[in-house]
């Protein structure tokens, strides 16, 4: 049985925890592959709404098995705060939630190394979400983390003094003004791997194999989006991740020629929390129109996100990258009441029409062109047929697939589990 893929194609925020959230009920195992607690999936049914960082998203169905994979890199505070939001689910979280032990630990020391980074670089700064995210991944491919098995080791506390001590003298190298108290945060660091600790660890990467085998259908869940892939993203403005779909294979341990359907999620325009380029950006009132109505706030910092039109210059980019098999897209109900929408067909690139996404998108050397379409009055998120949909919707959508080159099977008309039809 092949693995499907589910990634975001824009900056994040796309909204793949409602998708996978409604997706789940096909699947047996939800695996969450790369990236850490920068992540907030947003989930939303029978009235509640609940945040997800590095848990994965098919946690609330009860015959789903959900694997964080070897990928991932998770800071035990966080996780415990995760697991105590989760408690009054009644999830059997022991069978349900299993930890590749090959994933790799955030210490409250990669956090303060994030900080300082940050703070270091001034206004070239990356607008990190500051979860210790780059400082991890940088342990891991320079072979000095700490990985979720060692803690199953007699000595890991050793091993974790040996690595704090090294960040707390890096720490000093930055020289910025960072203020902490770390034996606060190594108390609570202690505390919350003693319930980690208490959680499923396994090779990930042999259960999968196996649970394929047995034929268990397989939904592999990507965080944050393309354009912030540690490669194909905008470097260096982007996670420390590959988010893209070859990141599956590397953070879950399955072969290339085990991947079955990719599914790619985006939102009917663009939106972008942190720093960076970001042609399409607006600053005028429908970006501001776009962030209102669309509720535009990062769930994990609560950072207001940066917004602008459907650039299909970068969505085509990135369809590409993933070998994305189906689309859904998300937030049309966003666009609702716009008289005109505007979407990016090409770049004019230092003076040159140009339809693929260049090394430098900086708008000094980037104006985006646009193609005109005529908007939409009908709020759409009452609606839960496709015959309902709008005649302007859905010449929307059928301009989107012809460029794309790709089918649109799911369009999301609301948070809700149930607010999504598909096609
Ligand atoms: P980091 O991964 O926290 O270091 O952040 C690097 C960049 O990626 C920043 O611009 C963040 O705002 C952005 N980022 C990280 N995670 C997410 C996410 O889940 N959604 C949207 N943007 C994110």
Excluded at 77 to 105: P, Q, W
Excluded at 266 to 282: D, H, N, Q
Excluded at 301 to 312: I, Q, S
Aim: net charge neutral.
């Amino acid at each position: 049985m092949a693995v499907d893929l589910l990634l975001g194609l824009q900056w994040g925020d796309e909204g793949k925890g409602k998708i996978v959230d409604v997706l789940t009920e096909n699947y047996d195992i939800i695996a969450r592959f790369q990236g850490g607690p920068n992540a907030g999936h947003t989930l939303e049914f029978d009235g509640i709404k609940h945040i997800l960082h590095t848990i994965p998203s098919g946690i609330f169905h009860k015959n789903a098995v959900n694997v964080v994979g070897n990928g991932v890199v998770i800071d035990p505070v966080i996780f415990k705060k995760e697991l105590d939001a989760l408690k009054k689910f009644n999830l059997d979280i022991k069978s349900k939630l299993l930890i590749s032990r090959k994933a790799h630990l955030i210490l409250p020391t990669h956090r303060l190394l994030d900080a300082a980074s940050e703070a270091s670089k001034g206004k070239a700064k990356i607008g990190s979400t500051l979860k210790g995210i780059g400082p991890t991944y940088m342990d891991k491919t320079g072979r000095n983390g700490m990985r979720i098995g060692d803690l199953e080791l007699s000595d890991w506390k050793e091993k974790y003094r040996n690595l704090a001590n090294k960040h707390e003298a890096m720490i000093g190298f930055y020289n910025v003004d960072i203020q902490y108290n770390l034996a606060e945060l190594e108390s609570d660091f202690f505390k919350s791997i003693e319930e980690l600790k208490e959680l499923t660890f396994i090779d990930s990467e042999e259960y999968l194999y196996q649970a394929q085998k047995k034929g268990k259908k397989i939904l592999a869940e990507g965080a944050q989006g393309s354009l912030l892939d540690i490669d194909f993203g905008t470097y260096p403005y982007v996670t420390s991740s590959n988010t893209t779909a070859a990141g599956a294979c590397t953070g879950l341990g399955v072969a290339p020629n085990q991947i079955g359907g990719v599914k790619g999620i985006f939102k009917a325009y663009a939106t972008r929390v942190g720093s960076g380029p970001f042609p399409t950006e607006l600053f005028d009132k429908d970006g501001e129109t776009m962030g209102r109505v669309g509720n535009e706030f990062g769930a994990t910092t609560g950072r207001p996100r940066r917004c602008g039109w459907l650039d299909l210059v970068a969505l085509k980019y990135a369809v590409r990258i993933n070998g994305v098999t189906e689309l859904m897209m998300m937030k049309g109900d966003v666009l609702s009441g716009f008289k005109k929408l505007k979407v990016c067909t090409a770049y004019n690139y230092k003076g040159e029409k140009i339809t693929h996404l260049p090394y430098n998108i900086e708008a000094e050397n980037v104006t985006p062109i646009y193609t005109e379409m005529k908007g939409w009055e009908a709020d759409l998120t009452k609606m839960t047929k496709k015959e309902q949909l709008p005649d302007n919707l859905m010449a929307y959508i059928d301009f989107l697939e012809k460029e794309l080159e790709v089918p649109i099977k799911i369009v999301s008309v609301g948070p809700d589990r149930t607010q999504t039809i598909h096609r």
